[in-house]
Nanobody, 124 residues
Framework: QVQLVESGGGLVQAGGSLRLACAAS????????MGWFRQAPGKEREFVAG????????VYADSVKGRFTISRDNAKNTVYLQMNGLKPEDTAVFYC?????????????????WGQGTQVTVSS
């Protein structure tokens, strides 16, 4: 069982930056691939970024590539999402999730555990 708690959301102007953090409970954090997803009002939850268990490989949605960076610190049981160059269309609730499969997935159904989400609002 893994419990995930996100933090770092807030209100920021377009062009600004935020750093989200997701703290995981348990001693098996390094056994999970981690992902960040987001859900805007009236839209489906979508993949944002993912990172493998070791942190050596990452994947990004095209919409955030070059602006967002996912990283993890297995010693601190924490995964991060650094978001730069924020745009109003990035406004959403951001969720972190953990998956136990070997291959990092972009699909919500492949993830086993989810956090409660943190709101990110970007004003124009």
């Amino acid at each position: 069982q893994v419990q995930l708690v996100e933090s770092g959301g807030g209100l920021v102007q377009a062009g600004g930056s935020l750093r989200l953090a997701c703290a995981a409970s348990g001693r098996t954090f390094s056994s999970y691939g981690m992902g960040w997803f987001r859900q805007a009002p009236g839209k489906e939850r979508e993949f944002v970024a993912g990172i493998t268990r070791s942190g050596r490989s990452t994947v990004y949605a095209d919409s955030v590539k070059g602006r967002f960076t996912i990283s993890r610190d297995n010693a601190k049981n924490t995964v991060y999402l650094q978001m730069n160059g924020l745009k109003p269309e990035d406004t959403a609730v951001f969720y972190c999730a953990a998956e136990s499969s070997v291959v990092l997935s972009r699909k919500t159904g492949e993830y086993d555990y989810w956090g409660q989400g943190t709101q990110v609002t970007v004003s124009s």
